[in-house]
């Protein structure tokens, strides 16, 4: 079957013939003069037997081979010369991590709203400005130049909204009541206390809630979550609890931002298992799907109470519900590991926060490196820093000053001094104050008094103030020395600089003057004690009336009111160390019934707390916290007490031991205990354990009261 195609040339209508291909009628475009003949056959024709098939390929062309020429001409192989780029194309470069937007998407282009073109708006914003910029005294003069009058609602809410000072925004809504241009409604309250939460005025956004009360005005969701977000922000957590619960009551369930706040609440109100029953009853009754703020929070509520299994639940949480943590969510879990004492889970973590592709920032690896210098775990720590440089992630002042503390905990000098001069050409991370006094801390931990004092001079030389940390290890560094004048010029350079001192830094100074004895040819000693006494003088003059009548005077009938007002006024963890140091002095100066008295005060004041223990074979004395002169004297004491003890009638137990470890203090432990003639004897397997049994103890006694 044959059918003939033929156009002729029109001007000005030209024809389009068609054609049936594949059951549809498809119009094909000719050029004028030609003719074209196409041949199709249909499928219910018998197939030609092989012979023949051959010699009706040529005379039967394909569907193909008869549009060729129809093809040459439309689709012309030679380009056209508009058409050819004469430049290189701008390239466009995509994010792979980012899906493609889509065609359809509004935000491709944004049109500016119909306000920006309103008069009205204009000059509203315009008046907002002027508001601004007024004095709070001016500010109801302006209010009836309001433009566009009488005031509608919804130019009060854009006025209200613009407000930059909560006073201003508390002024406007005040007159905006005594107008009744419009019923007060709950957005316009809703929006006056967003302002007030912004300048943290609790008392005014509970007034203003009491007010819609009182006028049947309904408080709706947002409302409560600005009432309870003020009350935390104002830590006032047992007023946002109170909101909360009252917000239960009306029936409204809480969104996202309210639960988040009143998770917060309850964990700084450390109510565990409120928080978890809240969060539970979120998850179950309202459909609630937590998001990472509130992850975050559950993590820093387990963080503080140290509680590993509540981190677990808090992963486990986010891997069944799909919640894909952010940054400050790690940095929390981190944070929270570390309180906990886990540094390997948070290792674990970490790594499988950089395999998804999350780069740390500082924060996330100055919690990970002060987690693994409490665990004393340098080399991960420093394999950790050589990684940071490596990759190149970001680094700031805090988290070199953090390496550098952890070095001086660790005893790493040369590290902190590799990483210390790297800091000194530092554009970023440049050394301060506190830097160097880890510097210092290093130092003089390790007794390296002229590096320490170098460190000083460099300090003084570019003009970085010293701090009162800085000045302590410096001074403790320099008495151990027995560098009495330079300390003395550290003491005066310190005071001149406004330093005050505090509990560690005179407990310092007594350190010191532990070390200055008396005795026969000790002249040059005494002149050191002299001008530690002048400088404990000048830091702590009620210390120094102290230590004056404990150990200089031969004690006075106020040394326990004066011990009592010295305790008391110290902090918690200085008044071990004050009371060691004190007795140390007393008994260099050979004042040892002085130092009995402080020590026994020390005792009924709480200061050594689980020093004796008690078993049914075996007392014991802890002496591991205590100074050697404590020590000794804590032995005394004890020793002193047993006769009366057996007077009362009770019986010495099979065994009696002092524990005092290895290291120095055991040394003169064992050298004190030589002097004495008291029968402990020292264990071969624990070193720094003496033990003595209960009828060693009781002959030795009787030899003691003998003479």
Known sequence: ???????????????????????????????????????????????????????????????????KPLSDVILSVEADASSTLTTKPKSTWINPTRPRPSVLSPQRQKRPSFSAYSPKIRDLRRFVKELNDCEESDFTELLPQIPH?????????????????????????????????????????????????????????????????????????????????????????????????????????????????????????????????????????????????????????????????????????????????????????????????????????????????????????????????????????????????????????FLHNTLLAMCADLGLVEEAEKLFDRMKGSETAEPDSWSYSAMLNIYGSCGNANKAMSVFRDMCGIGVDLNVMGSTCLIQCLGRSRRIDDLVAVFQASISAGIKPDDRFCVCLLSVLSLCEEGEEEEEEDAGGKAVMSCLERANPKLFDLVKALAYDGGSPNVKDGLRKMLSSASFESRRPLCNCLIDVCRNRKRNQAAREVFRFGALYGVYPGLHTKTDGEWRLDARSLSIGAACTALEDWMSGLPEMIRKGQTLPDLLSANTGGGGLGTAFRSHLEEVGAPFEESREKPGLFAATGRDIELWMELQQSK
């Not at 033929?6 to 054609?19: D, G, M, N, Q, V």
């Not at 291909?21 to 030609?48: D, E, F, I, M, Q």
């Not at 037997?49 to 193909?64: F, H, I, M, R």
């Open 149 to 397: 009058q009488p005031l509608s609602r919804e130019d009060a809410l854009l006025l209200l909204n613009g407000m930059h000072s909560w006073q201003k925004s508390l002024l406007f809504l005040n007159w905006a009541k005594t107008q009744n241009a419009f019923p007060l409604e709950t957005i316009l309250y809703n929006v006056a206390m967003k302002s007030l939460r912004f300048g943290k005025q609790f008392q005014h956004v509970e007034n203003l809630a009491l007010e819609m009360i009182e006028k049947g005005i309904e408080l709706d969701n947002i409302t409560y979550s600005t009432i309870i977000s003020c009350a935390k922000r104002c830590s006032h957590f047992d007023k946002a609890v109170e909101w909360f619960e009252r917000m239960y009551r009306t029936g409204l369930i809480p969104d996202e931002v309210t639960y988040s706040a009143i998770l917060d609440v309850y964990a700084k109100l450390r109510k565990v298992e409120e928080a978890m029953s809240l969060y539970e009853r979120g998850r179950g009754a309202s459909g609630w799907k937590p998001d990472p703020v509130t992850f975050s929070v559950l993590a820093k509520m387990f963080g503080e109470a140290g509680d590993y299994d509540g981190i677990r639940f808090i992963l486990r949480e986010m891997k069944s519900l799909h919640v894909q943590p952010n940054l400050v969510l790690y940095n929390t879990l981190f944070e929270a590991l570390g309180k906990a004492g886990k540094p390997g889970f948070a290792r674990s973590l970490f790594e499988e926060m950089v395999e998804s592709g999350m780069e740390p920032d500082a924060k996330t690896l100055t919690a990970l490196i002060k987690m693994y210098g409490k665990a004393r775990w340098g080399r991960d720590a420093l394999d950790l820093w050589e990684r940071m440089d490596r990759n190149g992630w970001p680094t700031d002042l």
């Open 1 to 67: 079957m044959a059918t003939n195609i033929t156009t002729a040339a029109s001007p000005s209508y030209p024809r389009f013939p068609e054609i049936t291909v594949c059951g549809r009628r498809r119009p094909v475009h000719l050029p004028t003069g030609k003719a074209l003949r196409v041949y199709s056959g249909s499928n219910k024709r018998t197939p030609p037997s092989p012979s023949t098939a051959v010699a009706q390929d040529e005379s039967n062309p394909s569907l193909a081979e008869q549009l």
